[in-house]
């Protein structure tokens, strides 16, 4: 098993059958996992914010913390690694975006940053066939190149499946 650790901003691709990826403490931020399952190709990307004119700079240098950066970088990821062009064949799962930090609503960054994902990924093409998102709790995930699971857990709870 090659194990693909995804930092916040980071993203990673593989088509290596024995690949799994895996990114954890997901609070507001979200998991983009994208499975081409003709190719076995899997992907992720942990984004912590929705939009990148905040800061531009950041945004060049790990185009994985945002949204809008983000999931363009994850697709030239997934080509890059040998996944296939033709995106109607893409699964595409979400995990995170709750709000474990802000009990007044203030920022709602996981609600914002969902709804941004959302948005780009409907641009694109796509259209997330599961979800796990919103919520009070912080969750780690990972996505199984060999047969396209997404496994996730939070503290005091059984895993389960997306």
């Known amino acids: 098993m090659a194990l693909l650790m995804v930092g916040i901003g ?7 059958r024995s690949a799994v990826l895996k990114t954890m403490a997901l609070g507001s931020c979200i998991a983009v996992m994208i499975l081409d399952p003709g190719a076995r ?3 992720m990307v942990h984004i912590a914010l929705p939009d990148s004119t905040i800061a531009p700079d950041k945004a060049r240098t790990l185009p994985g913390y945002f949204a809008d950066t983000g999931i363009p970088a994850l697709l030239t990821a997934m080509l890059a690694a040998g996944a296939k062009a033709d995106r109607s064949r ?9 709000n474990v930090s802000d009990p007044n609503n203030t920022f709602n960054i996981g609600k914002r940053n969902a709804l941004a994902i959302k948005k780009i990924l ?14 009070r ?21 059984p895993e389960w499946e997306v």
């Open 10 to 16: 980071g993203l990673e691709a593989s088509c290596d």
């Open 137 to 157: 709790i912080s969750r780690t995930v990972s996505l199984e190149a060999s047969t396209g699971k997404v496994r996730v857990t939070s503290p005091g709870r």
């Open 122 to 135: 409907w641009t694109l093409g796509l259209v997330p066939k599961a979800e796990d998102i919103g919520g």
């Open 41 to 43: 190709c899997v992907a």
């Open 90 to 98: 893409y699964i595409v799962k979400l995990v995170g975006g709750a």
